[in-house]
């Protein structure tokens, strides 16, 4: 129940920003989806991974309140928030660029 409240503010913030760049906003809100599940799932076979080689006998239980999932959230939020500000930086640097090559389009019909 946790990760679909993760999920749906995931997925809120990242349509918040492709509306602020005027990006597809549902493309985005499925991409951290994506990030979200991804990071999730390759977390828990890592771990599931790591319990087989060290302790063949104990049963792991991915579906509680257990201190590995509390940890696999913490760091898919975290994969989440460091791709939003990945996103966010390249589309302030991409609208720079639009900006100054607009100007630098203006000039060019002044001068003519």
Not at 4 to 26: P, Q, S
Not at 73 to 98: D, H, M, P
């Amino acid at each position: 129940m946790m990760s679909v409240f993760i999920l749906i503010g995931a997925y809120g913030h990242y349509t918040e920003l492709a509306e602020r760049f005027g990006k597809t906003k549902w493309l985005l809100g499925l991409l951290a989806i994506g990030i979200y599940l991804g990071f999730q799932i390759a977390f828990l076979y890592c771990y599931g991974i790591y319990q087989e080689s060290t302790n063949a006998n104990n049963e792991i239980n991915y579906t509680g309140f257990s201190v590995v999932n509390i940890v696999s959230w913490l760091f898919a939020i975290g994969a989440v928030y460091g791709f939003y500000k990945v996103l966010e930086n390249r589309f302030q640097k991409e609208a720079l660029r639009k900006l100054f090559l607009n100007i630098e389009e203006m000039k060019n019909r002044e001068e003519r």
